[in-house]
């Protein structure tokens, strides 16, 4: 007999029927989706530009949706910033310029408000940190509310670290809200002027390229501030960097020389855009 093949064989192990298979839940619906929500901002046929020169706006049409963070992108000079500026009525407090059409907030076109009262709904936080330098992080936080008319100490002083805990700077301030805001690092000054822009409550923030003058770890913090509070406000946020947009954005705009090209869910827009200028753009062929 072969000693080889005199084996034991060893028995097959029975086999184990598998277990059902779990049912599939269904997907839960692109974030984005579940945003779709009221428009709180509607820009019709909007126009600006500078008295005897050139229209900057000609004739710009969007909606921005409520709690939803919308980017606008573009190469330099497009108008972006102008675009920006006259949500707020910034831009018309510029020597010769002027902005027309409509801007609706809240049924009212806001070209018919009273600035002032217009910047409690609607904040700006700009390129470059501002905050006002001769005053405490403190007194940069409370500015607008003692603006306002906020007289209640406590009431102040509660807002304040409330609107700092929300700009992401509480526990790197919390022991030195008596010292100088302009003494802060560039990142934090940034998040600085984000907290006195919160803390007047607005409906809407505006940010025009907040990021351009930081470093990338600070530009960092920024990002995660916004996706952390766009749960609770409106942002409209011009930037010259499409991957910021893709990053934190649920729209986003694309303008081209004073015109809106296309207005459309950020992922859309950036894998499936309807017009060859927008594609061109994003894909690097020009700007």
Request: hydrophobic content about 40%.
């Amino acid at each position: 007999m072969n000693p080889i093949m005199d084996t034991n064989p060893i028995p097959p192990v029975p086999s184990v029927p598998a277990a059902p298979a779990a049912p599939l839940l269904p997907s839960a619906p692109p974030r984005v989706e579940a945003r779709a929500s009221a428009v709180v901002l509607s820009v019709r046929d909007l126009k600006a530009g500078y008295a005897g020169g050139a229209r900057v706006l000609k004739g710009v049409s969007m909606e921005v949706r409520e709690k939803a963070v919308t980017a606008i992108i573009g190469p330099s000079g497009c108008g972006k910033s102008t675009m920006i500026r006259c949500l707020n009525r910034l831009h018309e407090s510029l020597p010769g310029a002027y902005c027309e059409g409509e801007i609706s907030l809240g049924g009212r076109n806001v070209l018919d408000w009273d600035p002032v009262l217009l910047r409690r709904e609607v904040g700006m936080v700009f390129q470059r940190p501002n905050p006002f330098p001769t005053m405490s992080i403190f007194e940069n936080v409370a500015s607008g509310l003692t603006l306002n008319g906020e007289r209640d100490r406590a009431k102040i002083a509660e807002r304040v670290e409330t609107s700092l805990r929300r700009a992401a700077l509480w526990d790197e301030v919390k022991d030195k809200l008596s010292s100088p805001g302009v003494g802060l690092s560039g990142g934090q000054q940034q998040r600085l002027c984000i907290a006195r822009a919160l803390a007047v409550e607005p409906r809407i923030l505006l940010m025009d390229e907040p990021c351009s003058a930081l470093d990338p770890i600070a530009t960092g913090r920024i990002e995660e501030l916004l996706l952390e509070i766009k749960d609770q406000l409106t942002v409209v946020i011009v930037t010259h960097n499409m991957q910021q947009a893709a990053r934190v954005s649920e729209y986003t705009a694309f303008m081209l020389m004073g015109e809106l090209v296309e207005f459309d869910r950020t992922q859309q827009l950036f894998t499936k855009p309807s017009d060859k200028r927008t594609e061109d753009y994003i894909t690097g062929r020009f700007g």
